[in-house]
């Protein structure tokens, strides 16, 4: 079970348990999200779940060689995230994560200078995609391939089709990392490609989205495996995008399956 610094709570010496730790009054945060008075909490689960998803992602390999990557998670019904602190998703611990509101102020814990640098990245995501829950950014290899190209993604693999993904990855022109340039590009790409769950950050990487952590991961691993067969693809001509007409037909089919739940004999 993760253990938290005796720092963070005065009931005694050593360490204490994430249960604990998340029971005790004074280890939770005394300070407002927002004004207007939401308090908010460590949100252990929620800080959990981020690193959970990123150690899928070190996991399957659908991140590059160094790790480098950043993770969000939106505070349910704030306008406050939890955001990575440190740019590798190498031994992520709770207390890794800061807690920031959408306009980047830092209202808990600390944030290094790389990551402090990409919160706009992940902020318009979540302001131009109310729906989003968890916000996760990487340098996926095959990916990035296609930003480095300056190719976006398009829907010929039938993954990206059930993880509602038929318009494809857009690509996002270049920006200074993190710059108001690189943040209205994202906007702009997100605005002109409606289903998907992903944006190609050009001469970057990638920027994946979901309702949660979990989702967000497998958006990223989605799109890693798209770009993977579509580069393979061109060995043999190149891949083709699914049918217009039949996209709908393949959401339709997951969706009553899906309806119908879980089989039994």
Same mark, same amino acid.
């Given at each position: 079970?993760?253990?938290?610094?005796?720092?963070?709570?005065?009931?005694?010496?050593?360490?204490?348990?994430?249960?604990?730790?998340?029971?005790?009054?004074?280890?939770?945060?005394?300070?407002?999200?927002?004004?207007?008075?939401?308090?908010?909490?460590?949100?252990?689960?929620?800080?959990?779940?981020?690193?959970?998803?990123?150690?899928?992602?070190?996991?399957?390999?659908?991140?590059?060689?160094?790790?480098?990557?950043?993770?969000?998670?939106?505070?349910?019904?704030?306008?406050?995230?939890?955001?990575?602190?440190?740019?590798?998703?190498?031994?992520?611990?709770?207390?890794?994560?800061?807690?920031?509101?959408?306009?980047?102020?830092?209202?808990?814990? /600390?944030?290094?200078?790389?990551?402090?640098?990409?919160?706009?990245?992940?902020?318009?995501?979540?302001?131009?995609?109310?729906?989003?829950?968890?916000?996760?950014?990487?340098?996926?290899?095959?990916?990035?391939?296609?930003?480095?190209?300056?190719?976006?993604?398009?829907?010929?693999?039938?993954?990206?089709?059930?993880?509602?993904?038929?318009?494809?990855?857009?690509?996002?022109?270049?920006?200074?990392?993190?710059?108001?340039?690189?943040?209205?590009?994202?906007?702009?790409?997100?605005?002109?490609?409606?289903?998907?769950?992903?944006?190609?950050?050009?001469?970057?990487?990638?920027?994946?989205?979901?309702?949660?952590?979990?989702?967000?991961?497998?958006?990223?691993?989605?799109? /890693?495996?798209?770009?993977?067969?579509?580069?393979?693809?061109?060995?043999?001509?190149?891949?083709?995008?699914?049918?217009?007409?039949?996209?709908?037909?393949?959401?339709?089919?997951?969706?009553?399956?899906?309806?119908?739940?879980?089989?039994?004999?």
């Amino acid at each position: 079970m993760p253990r938290f610094p005796a720092k963070k709570c005065p009931t005694g010496p050593g360490n204490i348990s994430a249960a604990e730790w998340k029971s005790h009054k004074s280890c939770r945060t005394s300070l407002r999200a927002r004004e207007g008075g939401i308090m908010a909490i460590n949100h252990y689960e929620l800080r959990q779940a981020v690193i959970d998803s990123a150690n899928m992602l070190v996991r399957t390999g659908a991140i590059s060689m160094s790790h480098h990557g950043n993770f969000s998670v939106r505070v349910p019904n704030t306008d406050t995230i939890l955001l990575t602190a440190t740019s590798s998703f190498d031994n992520l611990k709770p207390e890794n994560l800061a807690l920031l509101d959408l306009d980047g102020k830092l209202i808990e814990g /600390e944030i290094n200078p790389t990551n402090a640098e990409i919160v706009h990245m992940h902020a318009i995501v979540y302001k131009e995609r109310p729906d989003t829950g968890a916000v996760v950014h990487t340098h996926s290899t095959y990916a990035t391939s296609f930003a480095l190209a300056s190719r976006s993604l398009g829907c010929s693999y039938e993954a990206l089709v059930r993880s509602d993904m038929t318009d494809g990855i857009p690509l996002a022109k270049y920006g200074p990392r993190g710059s108001v340039e690189s943040v209205s590009n994202i906007a702009k790409a997100l605005s002109v490609t409606k289903n998907t769950k992903a944006v190609l950050l050009e001469n970057h990487g990638v920027l994946a989205f979901g309702v949660n952590p979990a989702a967000a991961a497998r958006a990223n691993l989605i799109v /890693e495996e798209a770009a993977q067969m579509a580069i393979f693809a061109e060995v043999l001509g190149g891949a083709k995008n699914i049918p217009a007409e039949l996209l709908k037909a393949t959401v339709g089919r997951r969706d009553e399956f899906t309806n119908a739940g879980i089989r039994r004999a």
